[in-house]
């Protein structure tokens, strides 16, 4: 499933919107746009991106309920400061895609620049960005194993 993006917006009431409660999606960016619920998928690990809706306790509920022990971040089983200096796989992987469309591509349309470049990521290199997160969660887990497991023990 290329080009997707995990997509749930908080209204100031704390609703979760765009989906029924208690469901989150996987918006597409391609002209066909699809959701997916999350809940049908295997191995995908949640990683919060520090946006404040994040932290809403009706969305963190929606978290645990969808990724169970798989979520890095605020409130997750892995630890993760939101505003930490410590680049991520996927800060590189976006921060690639991002700095490739605006350099070849002046525009002030940032979402027409990037839509067309998130497009023409392959699969296989999703692929290859899926191995490499897998990769450094699981070392991860390896050298905190202690930690995590006192953490889920709350």
């Known amino acids: 499933m290329p080009n997707s993006r995990l997509s749930a917006e908080v209204d100031p009431n704390n609703n979760i919107m765009g989906s029924k409660e208690g469901d989150l999606t996987f918006e597409t960016t391609s002209s066909v746009s699809k959701d997916f619920p999350l809940r ?14 994040r932290k809403v306790s009706r969305v963190q509920q929606c978290i645990r309920d969808t990724f169970q022990q798989q979520v890095i971040g605020y409130g997750g089983c892995v630890e993760w400061s939101p505003r930490s ?27 027409g620049t990037l839509k067309p470049a998130c497009a023409s990521v392959s699969a296989a290199m999703l692929y290859k960005v899926e191995r490499e997160v897998q990769s450094r969660v699981h070392r991860c887990v390896l050298l ?11």
Not at 90 to 109: K, M, R, W, Y
């Open 40 to 53: 049908d998928l295997r191995n995908v690990w949640f990683q919060q991106n520090g946006s404040l809706p």
């Open 85 to 111: 200096s410590d680049l991520n796989p996927l800060d590189f992987f976006s921060e690639g895609i991002h700095q490739t469309a605006s350099v070849c591509n002046p525009s002030t349309n940032i979402a």
């Open 144 to 154: 905190l194993k202690d930690t995590i497991l006192s953490m889920t023990d709350r």
